[in-house]
């Protein structure tokens, strides 16, 4: 709040001058004074919300566990899985080289049957 120094306007008395420095103080006090309310009631909204974000957090944090129990499951039912496929695997090789081996053997005794003694 300045005062123009103008034909039109009367010089500023000491008093006017230090009573608008007065002035320009309290209106920077109450400036200050609002902002300082503005944080303070947000100070709840704010505790509501980090509440919010920490039963959020606590939520996805048993989720998470859950998944990781689950996975561990998979994992096992996986590996047991896998096991027995390998096994399975063995065998039918097994089975392949008997039946291929027997076969040969057929084939062999069939050729001796043929040309005689």
Known sequence: MAIEDTDEHVKATPREIDLHAQLDALHNQVTELLKAWETITEGPKLLSEVQNLKATLGT??????????????????YLVIRDENEALDTTGKKRCIFQTQHKQGYAHLAVSFEGGP
């Open 60 to 77: 996805h944090s048993k989720q998470l566990e859950q998944s990781a129990e689950k996975l561990s499951q998979i994992e096992v039912e």
